[in-house]
């Protein structure tokens, strides 16, 4: 019917106004379309808003819902922890009581063994002071007597050469006697050159004897200071470990008193353990805390205990090896001097032997006058004390001592190059000789086979063909040889018939 009316309507129209008419119709429905779609979303929003509300409320009943479940499962797995730390830490406490129960018997053990070690210690080192004590004992008695034999020695070849210079000097009386005034400078500067070698043997021998007793007190000081100083070394270790095991058992038992107080809590707390959760927990953590810090000193304390353990046997090993070292020493010291008497006493037996074979001459007058000028001895003396600067020459100031006996070794040794000169030469003029003998003893004889070579005696127009081999340069040949021929040889062959 509308539709019929608006027809009817648009039928008596214009077009202009049919135009207008449905531009109006046009506007009033997209009016009317607006408003619709505003009141849509009016109610929409509204509706939004209805169910965003509801929606917050069931959440938030949601989730206090699910809180209260949330909350009754937490509480059950709580109070499962609970028990579950509970036991576990009555479990700890346990072990934690036999670990220091265990702990409490390895302390004792370990003092009864450092008691032990101190006591075996104590006795080594008794043993080993009575040993040096009887080792000195020894060497002062060794000492002795050696210092008794040198004494006897001394004064025994003391005697001997006295004996001997007695015997010499009775023995060149009637020499000196006839040498009048010339030997008799020379008996006075034998007698003083005794005196100074008595002297100075003499002198040598007490300083040796007091070299001997200086190195023998040095020798029994360092060793008594270093077993005093082994001794407080070892005093000082052993306060130090007991110190620290003073503090350690103070430390157990301010432990074992914290852990009581701790188990006195611990009761205290299981009775009110819905009141005070936070705080068992925070007493659960402490005495975790303290017991690992136990744990870590327990190892510390082990870690150091190992380590004293291993100083006392280093220190033992570095004992041992210094006793060792003193023992060779002490063995090589007393070879080298074995050795250095025995060639002692082959020395003084190879002087007595050549003392034997010396001449007279050697007797009187055992070393040679030098033939420097004073200036020049003058100049030997002044280089001789100065010190030296080169390693050769602080060796050769050790062998000064040696002097006279280089310079008779000396001696000896010219004389015999001076015989041996001699000898070759008396054996090449032998050898001549011997040559001209035989040239003579050929020469003599007359046979076809002494004619048939060159002969000397054979003389034609008083020449021979024979040229003498003797060097009459030689002053030794110069001297009043005379040719000697015989009278029948003569009137034989050089005489005219």
């Not at 040796?208 to 082994?230: C, D, G, I, S």
Request: hydrophobic share 35%.
């Amino acid at each position: 019917m509308p539709k019929k009316k608006g027809s009817g309507k648009l039928a008596k129209m214009t077009e202009e106004e049919r135009v207008l008419y449905l531009e109006q119709q046009r506007v009033a429905e997209e009016e009317l379309r607006k408003k619709k779609e505003d009141m849509l979303v009016v109610y929409l929003k509204e509706k939004l808003a209805k169910e965003e509300k509801a929606s917050r409320f069931n959440i938030s009943k949601l989730n206090h819902q699910w809180r209260n479940i949330m909350r009754e499962a937490k509480s059950r797995e709580l109070k499962k922890d609970i028990e579950i730390l509970s036991q576990t830490f009555e479990r700890i406490v346990d072990r934690k009581e036999s670990v220091i129960k265990s702990l409490a018997k390895d302390v004792t053990e370990a003092e009864e063994q450092y008691a032990m070690a101190l006591r075996s210690h104590l006795s080594n080192v008794d043993k080993l002071v009575d040993l040096q004590m009887e080792r000195l004992d020894t060497l002062h008695r060794e000492y002795e007597e050696e210092l008794e034999i040198l004494k006897q020695e001394f004064d025994t070849e003391r005697h001997m050469m006295i004996e001997k210079h007695l015997e010499e000097m009775n023995d060149l009386a009637d020499i000196m006697f006839a040498m009048d005034q010339n030997f008799q400078d020379k008996e006075n500067e034998a007698k003083s050159e005794y005196q100074s070698m008595r002297d100075e043997i003499k002198n040598k021998n007490m300083e040796e004897k007091h070299a001997l007793r200086v190195n023998l007190e040095m020798t029994v000081e360092e060793l008594w200071n270093q077993f005093q100083q082994a001794l407080k070394n070892y005093t000082e270790t052993t306060e130090e470990r007991r110190k620290a095991f003073e503090d350690l058992k103070a430390k157990d038992e301010k432990s074992a008193n914290e852990i009581e107080v701790q188990m006195r809590k611990l009761q205290y707390l299981s009775d009110e353990i819905a009141k005070l959760k936070g705080k068992m927990a925070a007493n659960a953590k402490e005495c975790e805390d303290r017991n690992r810090i136990l744990k870590e000193e327990r190892e510390i304390m082990l870690g150091h205990f190992q380590e004293l353990k291993g100083q006392m046997n280093k220190l033992r090993d570095a004992a041992r090896a210094e006793l060792m070292v003193l023992t060779l020493q002490s063995n090589a010291a007393i070879s080298e001097l074995k050795r250095i008497t025995t060639k002692g006493e082959r020395i003084l037996k190879l002087a007595e032997m050549c003392r034997k074979l010396e001449t007279e001459e050697e007797k009187v007058l055992p070393f040679y006058a030098s033939s420097l000028t004073e200036q020049e001895q003058s100049d030997v003396s002044a280089v001789v004390q100065e010190p030296p600067t080169q390693p050769l020459a602080e060796v050769m100031t050790d062998y000064v001592a040696l002097e006279n006996f280089w310079k008779r070794y000396n001696k000896v040794l010219l004389d015999k190059c001076a015989l041996d000169k001699e000898k070759a030469t008396m054996a090449q003029e032998n050898a001549q000789l011997r040559s001209l003998l035989k040239q003579y003893l050929d020469g003599i004889s007359v046979n076809d086979e002494v004619l048939s070579h060159i002969n000397p005696l054979f003389v034609v127009n008083q020449q021979t063909n024979v040229q003498m081999n003797v060097p009459v340069t030689d002053p030794r040949v110069k001297r009043g040889a005379t040719v000697t021929l015989e009278a029948a040889h003569i009137v034989k062959n050089l005489l005219p018939s």
